[in-house]
């Protein structure tokens, strides 16, 4: 009875050592995939926090502007039926995709900034990869009908009403939307769907595809090279026709008589000029920045440029140095300053 108590205890002992040990592998694993659906924005937490808290106010501050300048931009071109032609009806839209295209990244980093919570699940992650391209398309297009409008109009002004229809316009918005929209879905979900079983720190702060990149434990040349090659050719060709556009309306412009006229002519595209030189010039400066470790800063700074400062100069731009834009103010603040001052007497 001795000898089979103790055979009992040892299948017992052996019984519970190896029932516990494939649930403590479990709960690892477990562990180890629920550890996996989440990344970590770096952001600028190497920057001391004092600099933290005032970048915290200057991202802000020019997010305020950029909400409230694009916003009365918009509302400005609904209400005043001056402002009702082609021109500002891409320039309704252009606004419009400032505010979303600024609210993909900036949000998140003041609250990252505030709260100090770097976590972002790989969904939203993947989600702000796709929306940040797929505005940034849909500008570079966007531009490109703006352009194009400018162009009509100092080109062949007797012709601009007959050219720049009602429906033209609202294809040409269309295709900028549409492109935006279609052109990352196949990048960003070839890049969700690859096994990231290695570092969770993206050193950026937002999910910029270049930096998820470097997380996967595969190698992913061979979705780099396809994002490279569809980011390059479908902003490549809106740039060049861009380009194009400006080239005809400076020489159309150099072959004008009059002085007057020709500072006329150029002031109706000197705005939407410097808009494109800001967006694009952003762009270009990205491109050509040296690739590795080093220059991780520099692309984060310049990335504030682009994500932030552009978005700001549209309504700024707009409104300081376009008269009717002015005028249309004027006319929307007046009546309120005249109620305002009859209250006060």
């Given at each position: 009875?001795?000898?089979?108590?103790?055979?009992?205890?040892?299948?017992?002992?052996?019984?519970?050592?190896?029932?516990?040990?494939?649930?403590?592998?479990?709960?690892?694993?477990?562990?180890?995939?629920?550890?996996?659906?989440?990344?970590?924005?770096?952001?600028?937490?190497?920057?001391?926090?004092?600099?933290?808290?005032?970048?915290?106010?200057?991202?802000?501050?020019?997010?305020m502007v950029i909400l409230l300048g694009n916003s009365l931009i918009i509302f400005i071109a609904l209400v005043d039926a001056a402002l009702h032609t082609p021109m500002y009806f891409f320039l309704r839209n252009l606004s419009?995709?400032?505010?979303?295209?600024?609210?993909?990244?900036?949000?998140?980093?003041?609250?990252?900034?505030?709260?100090?919570?770097?976590?972002?699940?790989?969904?939203?992650?993947?989600?702000?990869?796709?929306?940040?391209?797929?505005?940034?398309?849909?500008?570079?297009?966007?531009?490109?009908?703006?352009?194009?409008?400018?162009?009509?109009?100092?080109?062949?002004?007797?012709?601009?009403?007959?050219?720049?229809?009602?429906?033209?316009?609202?294809?040409?918005?269309?295709?900028?939307?549409?492109?935006?929209?279609?052109?990352?879905?196949?990048?960003?979900?070839?890049?969700?769907?690859?096994?990231?079983?290695?570092?969770?720190?993206?050193?950026?702060?937002?999910?910029?595809?270049?930096?998820?990149?470097?997380?996967?434990?595969?190698?992913?040349?061979?979705?780099?090279?396809?994002?490279?090659?569809?980011?390059?050719?479908?902003?490549?060709?809106?740039?060049?026709?861009?380009?194009?556009?400006?080239?005809?309306?400076?020489?159309?412009?150099?072959?004008?008589?009059?002085?007057?006229?020709?500072?006329?002519?150029?002031?109706?595209?000197?705005?939407?000029?410097?808009?494109?030189?800001?967006?694009?010039?952003?762009?270009?400066?990205?491109?050509?920045?040296?690739?590795?470790?080093?220059?991780?800063?520099?692309?984060?700074?310049?990335?504030?440029?682009?994500?932030?400062?552009?978005?700001?100069?549209?309504?700024?731009?707009?409104?300081?140095?376009?008269?009717?834009?002015?005028?249309?103010?004027?006319?929307?603040?007046?009546?309120?300053?005249?109620?305002?001052?009859?209250?006060?007497?």
């Amino acid at each position: 009875h001795f000898s089979l108590s103790i055979c009992k205890f040892q299948l017992l002992s052996m019984e519970i050592f190896f029932v516990r040990k494939p649930d403590t592998r479990n709960s690892m694993a477990v562990k180890n995939q629920t550890s996996l659906r989440e990344f970590i924005l770096l952001g600028f937490s190497h920057v001391p926090d004092v600099l933290q808290g005032w970048l915290f106010v200057g991202v802000g501050a020019a997010y305020m502007v950029i909400l409230l300048g694009n916003s009365l931009i918009i509302f400005i071109a609904l209400v005043d039926a001056a402002l009702h032609t082609p021109m500002y009806f891409f320039l309704r839209n252009l606004s419009f995709l400032e505010i979303c295209y600024a609210s993909v990244t900036i949000p998140r980093m003041l609250f990252n900034l505030l709260v100090g919570s770097k976590a972002i699940s790989i969904l939203s992650c993947a989600a702000q990869m796709y929306f940040f391209h797929s505005f940034g398309i849909s500008e570079c297009f966007l531009l490109l009908a703006m352009a194009y409008d400018r162009c009509i109009a100092i080109c062949c002004p007797l012709r601009y009403t007959l050219i720049m229809s009602r429906s033209l316009c609202l294809q040409m918005v269309a295709v900028s939307w549409a492109a935006g929209f279609v052109t990352p879905s196949f990048t960003v979900i070839m890049a969700s769907m690859l096994p990231f079983c290695g570092p969770r720190e993206i050193n950026h702060f937002f999910c910029d595809l270049t930096a998820v990149l470097k997380l996967p434990c595969i190698d992913t040349g061979l979705i780099e090279i396809t994002a490279l090659i569809s980011a390059s050719t479908i902003s490549m060709i809106p740039f060049v026709l861009t380009i194009t556009s400006y080239v005809y309306v400076i020489l159309t412009i150099l072959k004008m008589p009059s002085i007057t006229g020709r500072k006329k002519a150029f002031s109706t595209c000197s705005s939407h000029l410097i808009v494109v030189s800001t967006f694009y010039g952003a762009l270009i400066i990205m491109y050509v920045a040296p690739s590795g470790n080093q220059s991780l800063d520099f692309n984060k700074v310049f990335s504030l440029l682009y994500t932030v400062v552009t978005p700001m100069f549209n309504p700024i731009v707009y409104s300081l140095r376009n008269q009717e834009v002015k005028n249309a103010l004027r006319r929307a603040i007046g009546p309120i300053h005249g109620a305002m001052k009859d209250r006060v007497h």
